[in-house]
């Protein structure tokens, strides 16, 4: 498995080439530093681990043939006692891996604890996600169940090249500190670990197995076989590109076995010393790459393996030929016929899916509702079929992503008519919200206002309904505040307009729409800006419409951390001013330039919405405004923003304002900045056609109008959504 000159072991562990020791021979491994094993012969047996001693990734195996590679990690832990945190016993692990992908398919992220609020942020990509466990007595925890009760467990995403892990609590684990003293997480492979409730009390170890996929080089295989000088594969070998992470992998042909990476390194497999795995019914002649049986008088091989293992000695005739002949040629015949049957009964079968996934998605219903005297209704929403968005995304091809995450894929496409717009493919649908799905999607295609993605239509006839919007193609505010290119080119007076439209469309959301409806993940990175820098706000992926006889709902949580209303998060009693919250950290964003959540920033500063709160209250404002605004010498206005913010901030929902009272408070704010000099085009003229409703308020200011948009949570490159239990 490894060149005769080099290193074989370190302890327990094979050393298989591409991999190699320490060796001054630069033949003994790859040149890449991932695939360095250095020895530590202090210990008896010695220890290998990967590229560096101080790496601390202890090897555990190494395997040529799966292309994989396990090795310990340390676990995160987060303890309390009776006085709060107990920060000599906490560990936030952070795992930077320069080449080698984590394995999606072969680990998972588990979190442990009865008052725990897990994040796995990644370092190679702008993602995180999270993973909750709430728990109040530990007779409501099930053994050996990791479903959220006490455990929660979660999938990790491809191309994962390491990661950060942070641990919280709500309550300092005070409730549960007489049997879950601590909280624990940590990335494991799929068999390493099965929960016990005695592991809320201590968990009994201290590092996890990580299974790591690896490949070589960058390159494809094409690529790699244009440079025949560092292309790997030797003789008897294919090539495959990797599916995780980038380069390729060379494995052994069938009928060969050993290291692909070697010169004459995959041997021949003699098949006829295990007969029981490669059965002959003659004598057996082991060939280069296969076999072939030998048989009695009368009869020989057919020289093919039945099944792949098989030989099989046919009666050697010349009338059974003919016979056989003729058999192969009916049956030849026989399966054209059956191969005809079976496309036409495939194609009507795909037809009759189509037709009932068309009703399971509730398309009888939408068109019942289109079909109704409504001009308006029939005029906005379009239903598409799944051939049209097809021809128009190229078949989803990769090249027209424009957005990617936890609740599905948004592709950029193009109609007939040249029309170009956005398609939202989502992942999951409660088949038992579909007339809620149906009602929404004809409540959002009626709303044509300027501030809004507009809603074109949808397509029922696949497994999960598509969304198409109108495509937006400046970027979203996130993208504009955190980039400094374009973060200096958003003066005063342009935030001051964004704040404003934006608060105008959840107002209109809240007071004006036939059925009011919570946007439930407002954020920077769901305002998209178009070319004239006017806000579209987006994402009804997570909202509600709520009954005109409730005031607040209670849902499962979901949301994006940062944003999040902490009187939503404790209570699950879902209100419009949980949209005020939300608005409230856009609002700082706009002010600070700073993110609404970030590791980066010391504890203090890692929520923006405390540290805001905090540098308002000692009078350190100024400190925190971004330097663009600061200069312009607009303090009075800053300060009457910043107040603002903070009153939607407040942590009792019941004190915060309503969006219509933020809205006004903008518009007049906007308007004082116009009197002083504003360019009247930076006044936003809003247009919509309005929705029916039984009471409206005549004089309800148009900047309270509003629309529904089609980026969502997945475009966020940093936040994570929350789902409760995983």
Known sequence: MTNSRCRRFCGNLEIPYPFGSNDSDPKCRNE????????????KPPIPYMNTKDSGFQILNISVQNHELRVNVSIGRDCYDSSGKDR????????????????????????????????????????????????????????????????????????????????????????????????YAFVTENDFYNFSIDDLWRLKFNESALVLDWAIGSQTCEEAQKHSKSYMCT??????????????????????????????????????????????????????????????????????????????????????????????????????????????????????????YFKQNGGLLLQQQLDEPDKTTKAAANIFSAKELEKATNNYHESKIVGQGGYGTVYKGSLPNDTVVAIKKSKLLDRSQIEQFINEVIVLSQINHRNVVKLLGCCLETEVPLL????????????????????????????LRIASETAGVLSYLHSVASIPIIHRDIKSANILLDANHTAKVSDFGASKLIPLDQTQLFTMFQGTWGYLDPEYLLTSQLTEKSDVYSFGVVLVEL??????????????????????????????????????????????????????????????????????????????????????????TDVNQEEMVHLPREKTDAHMDTSEIINTGYTNSMEDPIMPKVSSGR
């Open 32 to 43: 890449h530093p991932s695939f360095r094993v250095v020895c530590d012969e202090s210990t």
């Open 88 to 183: 000599s016993s906490s560990n936030h692990p952070v795992l930077k891996l320069a080449k080698f992908p984590i394995s999606s398919t072969k680990n998972k992220f588990i979190t442990v604890g009865c008052d725990t609020l897990a994040q796995f942020q990644g370092r190679n990509r702008n993602f995180s996600f999270g993973c909750m466990s709430s728990c109040s007595n530990i007779s409501d925890v099930i053994n050996g169940s990791c479903s959220g009760i006490g455990c929660c467990e979660t999938r990790i995403p491809k191309n994962t090249l390491g990661y950060e892990i942070s641990i919280g609590s709500f309550s300092n684990h005070f409730n549960v500190l007489k049997f879950n003293p601590c909280s």
């Open 235 to 356: 003789k008897n070998t294919n090539c495959t590109n990797a599916e995780n992470g980038f380069g390729y992998k060379c494995n052994c042909l069938e009928g060969y076995e050993g290291n692909p990476y070697l010169e004459n390194g995959c041997r021949d497999i003699d098949e006829c010393e295990n007969l029981k795995k490669y059965p002959c019914e003659g004598k057996c002649h082991n060939i280069e790459g296969n076999y072939t049986c030998s048989c009695s008088n009368g009869y020989h091989s057919d020289g093919k393996k039945d099944g792949g293992d098989r030989q099989e000695c046919i009666a050697d005739s010349s009338n059974l030929m003919k016979i056989l002949i003729g058999v192969a040629g009916a049956i030849i015949a026989l399966l054209f016929s059956i191969g005809f049957l079976y496309y036409g009964h495939k194609k009507m079968k795909f037809i009759r899916l189509r037709e009932q």
């Open 468 to 495: 198409v919007y109108e495509f937006i193609n400046n970027g979203t505010l996130f993208d504009h505040i955190h980039d400094p290119k374009k973060s200096s080119k958003l003066t005063w007076k342009t935030r």
């Open 591 to 680: 002010l600070t330039g700073k993110k609404a959540l970030s590791f980066d920033r010391s504890e203090e500063e890692r929520s923006l919405a405390m540290y805001f709160l905090s540098s308002l209250k000692n009078d350190k404002l100024f400190q925190i405004v971004e330097e663009v605004i600061a200069n312009e010498g607009i303090n009075e206005q800053v300060r009457e923003v910043a107040n603002l913010a903070k009153r939607c901030l407040t942590v009792k929902a019941e004190e915060r304002p309503t969006m219509r009272e933020v809205a006004i408070e903008l518009e007049r704010l906007r308007a004082m900045a116009n009197h002083y000099g504003v360019s009247s």
